[in-house]
Nanobody, 128 residues
Framework: QVQLVESGGGLVQAGGSLRLSCAGS????????MGWFRQAPGKEREFVAA????????YYTDSVKGRFTISRDNAKNTVYLQMSTLKPEDTAVYYC?????????????????????WGQGTQVTVSS
């Protein structure tokens, strides 16, 4: 079992910044890839970013490249999403997720169907 808890969401003006955290517990958190997804009202949950177990490989969706940074601290069992230059279209519930199928792998996946455990989500609202 893996438990994930997100925090750090809130209301911010366009152009501002937020840092989301995802604290994990349970089964070998540091051994598999982690991802961030988001879901806006009326839309499907979409991939945002992912990071391998070691942090050596990272992938972003095009719309956040250059603005968002994913990182992890395995000693703290935590994954972060630093979001800068936020736009109103970034407004969504943000979820972290664990991909147990990538244990000790350099491979990253973008499909939400590949992720095994999810947090409860944290709301990010960007006002114009």
């Amino acid at each position: 079992q893996v438990q994930l808890v997100e925090s750090g969401g809130g209301l911010v003006q366009a152009g501002g910044s937020l840092r989301l955290s995802c604290a994990g517990s349970g089964r070998s958190f540091s051994s598999y890839a982690m991802g961030w997804f988001r879901q806006a009202p009326g839309k499907e949950r979409e991939f945002v970013a992912a990071i391998t177990w070691s942090g050596g490989n990272i992938y972003y969706t095009d719309s956040v490249k250059g603005r968002f940074t994913i990182s992890r601290d395995n000693a703290k069992n935590t994954v972060y999403l630093q979001m800068s230059t936020l736009k109103p279209e970034d407004t969504a519930v943000y979820y972290c997720a664990a991909d147990l199928g990538t244990q000790y792998s350099g491979y990253l996946r973008r499909s939400r169907d590949d992720y095994d455990y999810w947090g409860q989500g944290t709301q990010v609202t960007v006002s114009s």
